[in-house]
Each structure stands twice: as structure tokens, then as C-alpha cells.
């Protein structure tokens, strides 16, 4: 959403994006399972939710500066019960650490969601009866191994009441 002069006034979400082996399968396991009229926006890795458009420039200098340097390794790591949704758990004390970063540069502009602890995961179902989300974890848990993940960069996006715009993705490097 822009205001008549042109200045951003959507809030801006942060995420990490996937390499393309590793992009390719986590978009159709969410295609599968996401409900169809739900599924607004491709999966993805949150870091923040939903950031004051303020922060915008500031952001993308500090978003180039993590991505200048070699990408973080991560693991899909177990199936994460959302009650009404499965969702997969990334690990990664790199990536962690990349949070902690922007989070103590944006101390005091968090809403209560993003000031919460991080809980690193790609949404593969939401918004389902428990019971189908059960039977997915289930089926899921019969031939989960952990897995290396790609991360690729990272990515500001703004919130448009559902469907996500893109801003801008920074790329790491190497």
C-alpha cells in the first residue's frame, strides 16, 4: 500500500529465502497441504512479521551487510504440531544469530509477536481441523530424516492484508 505521496505504509516482513533444489519441494509440500483459498503467499521462513515501513532504508543496509557474507547453514530438523496446521523446524545458530542482530538494531519497534522467542519453521498447513493436521505430522514423521536446507538470502516483503508484495531479496554471497 502506498499514501499519496508515494511513501510505503505497509508493514514490511522479513524472511529467508530457500535455494532452488530445496524451494522447489517446500513450495509443492505446501501445495499439497495448504488449503487452496488460504494459500496466498509461497512458504517461507519468517524472521520478522510485521515491521513499521519507517524502517525500510535502514533494513535494506543491514540486510546487504549479513548478506555480503557466506549463507547460513541450516537443517530441517523435526515436524512442529501448529494444532491446526504441521509445520517444518529449521535449525540454524546462523541464522539465529542473523535475527538476534536485526532484532537488537530494531529494539523498540517489535510488535509482541517479534519480540517473542524464534521458532525457526516453514508453514506446510495452517487454518485445518486438528485431526487433519495429526494424520499430515503423522504421515510425515513415518519417513522424516533431517535434512540440510539452502538458504539462499534474504527478503523484505510488504503485508497487504493477506497476498505479500515483494521489496527487495539480497542474496548471499558464495
Known amino acids: 500500500m502506498r499514501s499519496e505521496d508515494g511513501a510505503a505504509t505497509a508493514p514490511v516482513i522479513v524472511t529467508a529465502t530457500f535455494g532452488d533444489g530445496d524451494n522447489g519441494w517446500l513450495q509443492e509440500l505446501r501445495r499439497a497441504h495448504f488449503p487452496p483459498e488460504r494459500n496466498q503467499v509461497p512458504a517461507h521462513l519468517t524472521l520478522f512479521h510485521h515491521l513499521p515501513p519507517s524502517v525500510i532504508r535502514e533494513l535494506d543496509q543491514r540486510l546487504a551487510r549479513h548478506a555480503a557474507m557466506a549463507a547460513p547453514r541450516a537443517a530441517v530438523g523435526g515436524i512442529i504440531d501448529l494444532g491446526g496446521g504441521t509445520a517444518l523446524r529449521v535449525d540454524s545458530a546462523e ?14 519497534l517489535l510488535t509482541p509477536q ?3 522467542p ?25 519417513t522424516f530424516t533431517p535434512r540440510p536446507l539452502a538458504i539462499r538470502g534474504l527478503a523484505t516483503w510488504h503485508y497487504l492484508g493477506g497476498p505479500w508484495a515483494p521489496l527487495k531479496t539480497y542474496v548471499f554471497r558464495g
Open 114 to 116: 517479534d519480540q517473542a
Open 118 to 142: 524464534w521458532r525457526p519453521h516453514v508453514t506446510i498447513q495452517n487454518k485445518v481441523e486438528p485431526r487433519e493436521a495429526k494424520r499430515l505430522q503423522q504421515q510425515l514423521r513415518a
Open 95 to 108: 541464522l539465529e544469530d542473523i535475527r538476534h542482530d536485526l532484532a537488537e538494531a530494531l529494539r523498540g
